[in-house]
C-alpha cells in the first residue's frame, strides 16, 4: 500500500469511529479500536481508558445521559500513523439541556486500528455547561474504574 493509501485509510478508520460514536453503535466503535487503545481527555488528570471496552465504558457515563451527539468536523489532516481532527460536539442530554464545545483530537493508529485517542479541549468551557445533575453522576466516577 502506498502512503497516500495508508493515509486514506487512516481517515476512514477514524471517520467510521466518529460516525459509530455519534450514532451510539458501541460494536463499530470498538472495530476502529486496536486492543491496546488507549482513550484520554488530556486537561482531566484521570488515566484515560484502556483497552477498547473500557472505552466503550468510560464513554458511556456520558453517552447514557445524553439522547443526541452531534459533530462538525472542521478540519482533518492526516500524516504517518497520526490522524488530526479539529471539531465541534453538541451534546444533547436526555433532560433537554445541551452542551456545545470545540476539540482536537489526535488519533494514532497501529495495524490499521486507532491505537491512541488524544482529546484537547478546555475543561472548564465545556463542563460549565454541564447540568448539576450531571456533574453529579460524573462525579461518581473513578479515573481507574476504566484501566482495569
Request: aromatic letters at 12%.
Amino acid at each position: 500500500m502506498n502512503q497516500q493509501d495508508l493515509l486514506e485509510n487512516n481517515k476512514a478508520v477514524v471517520e467510521s469511529m466518529w460516525k459509530a460514536l455519534g450514532s451510539f453503535d458501541f460494536e463499530l466503535l470498538k472495530s476502529c479500536l486496536h486492543s491496546e487503545i488507549h482513550y484520554e481527555d488530556v486537561p482531566t488528570e484521570d488515566p484515560g481508558a484502556i483497552g477498547p471496552e473500557n472505552v466503550v465504558r468510560r464513554l458511556s457515563v456520558a453517552w447514557d445521559h445524553i439522547s443526541k451527539q452531534e459533530q462538525t468536523l472542521h478540519h482533518m489532516a492526516a500524516e504517518g500513523d497520526v490522524v488530526f481532527m479539529d471539531h465541534t460536539e453538541k451534546w444533547t442530554f436526555k433532560t433537554g439541556e445541551t452542551a456545545q464545545h470545540r476539540f482536537a483530537t489526535l488519533h494514532q493508529l497501529r495495524d490499521g486500528k486507532i491505537i491512541k485517542w488524544s482529546d484537547f479541549w478546555d475543561m472548564s468551557n465545556f463542563v460549565g455547561q454541564f447540568p448539576q445533575w450531571f456533574l453529579e453522576e460524573m462525579a461518581k466516577m473513578h479515573g481507574t474504574d476504566f484501566t482495569q
